[in-house]
């Protein structure tokens, strides 16, 4: 029932985005727009997608590496598989999937892998953070995202130093945990400090300078191609001259619209686009046809990835999401179980 309702607010959200993505729009303008694109450029788009890809992979050997030395391919296959589960579940559940693949083909227990899952998010995190704030550089930038960002900047230093203390002083974060969620009703709290004792857990993966430094210099590489994903994207639209601090106001802007809980990323996206290519002067039909068909192009281009990846583990993606219910449900009721928690 519960994940009954998040679709169904899933498709309500999509809707209102989408009204709220073509308004203004001419439909005559937006489809000549479309039709007159050099899709050529699409091409080398679609390379860098993959190369981010790849990039991913890489990382997540690093931080799975303490626990058991994996095969790039294996790697490769479940986060292909995850791209394409995020494409068409709610809740991002193909995060829960790949965990579950390499766990269950390595014999490694899934909260283990789940907890590298989360750090590579949290990488990610960091490194959108930094991205943004190389927007403060810029003179150009609006008040209203210059105020954001100094908000990031406090965010940003924060969770740093967070990190750091749970690294290193795991029992003292744990006491502090214990103290925030006390208020809290006992059911509600008792989740907020399993997730965080679990995750407490997983950053002992973290276990040299080298391999975070690794970890580092991959995420950069994760974020240079999908830079130029959109780079060459736009191009297929003669979307050119909005430089560095254009294309990190885009890439912050579409993270933000990939958090939002609509089937697929399908109006926030769009929305997001449009947005972010309005505040850097582009025309309204030219932006959002350019959200379109980054959108399109990269679902396509996934999910086809990801269809070739499920082929090859010999599996079902029914049965995929079938056990990866089971898992979350599994998970919620450990959280529940006080024996149980802490954990990892």
């Known amino acids: 029932m519960k994940r009954h309702a998040r679709t169904v607010v899933g498709i309500a959200l999509a809707v209102i985005l989408l009204l709220l993505a073509f308004r203004g729009i001419d439909f005559r303008d937006l489809l000549r727009t479309i039709a007159g694109g050099r899709y050529r450029w699409l091409v080398p788009a679609m390379v860098f997608v993959f190369a981010s890809m790849i990039f991913r992979a890489f990382r997540w050997g690093c931080l799975i590496a303490p626990m058991k030395r994996i095969g790039f391919l294996d790697l490769l296959s479940a986060i292909s598989i995850c791209f394409m589960a995020n494409n068409v579940l709610p809740a991002r559940s193909g995060e829960f999937i790949r965990a579950l693949l390499i766990g269950r083909r390595h014999g490694l227990a899934f909260s283990a892998v789940f907890a590298t899952v989360v750090l590579e998010r949290i990488s990610d995190a960091l490194c959108l953070m930094a991205i943004f704030l190389s927007l403060l550089l810029s003179l150009t930038v609006e008040r209203d995202l210059r105020n954001l960002g100094l908000v990031l900047v406090a965010v940003y230093l924060s969770l740093l130093a967070a990190l750091v203390a749970a690294r290193f002083r795991p029992a003292a974060v744990r006491r502090a945990v214990g103290r925030l969620v006390s208020p809290l009703p006992s059911r509600f709290g008792g989740r907020v400090a399993g997730a965080a004792g679990s995750f407490i857990d997983g950053l002992r993966v973290l276990t040299s300078v080298r391999q975070v430094a690794l970890v580092v210099a991959h995420s950069v590489c994760v974020w240079a191609c999908i830079l130029f994903t959109y780079y060459f994207i736009n191009r297929a639209f003669d979307i050119r001259g909005i430089g560095l601090p254009g294309y990190a106001l885009l890439l912050t802007m579409l993270a933000v619209a990939v958090m939002v809980p609509s089937p697929g990323y399908i109006g926030s996206f769009q929305l997001a686009y449009r947005e972010a290519l309005r ?50 449900r599994e998970i919620g009721g450990r959280r529940d179980d006080p024996a149980a928690r802490g954990g990892g």
């Open 279 to 328: 505040r850097l002067r582009q025309p309204d039909d030219l932006a959002l046809a350019g959200g379109w068909v980054a959108w399109g192009a990269q679902y396509i281009f996934i999910n086809l990835l990801g269809a070739i990846f499920l082929w090859r583990e010999g599996v079902s993606f029914g049965r995929l999401r079938r056990e990866e219910e089971e898992v979350e």
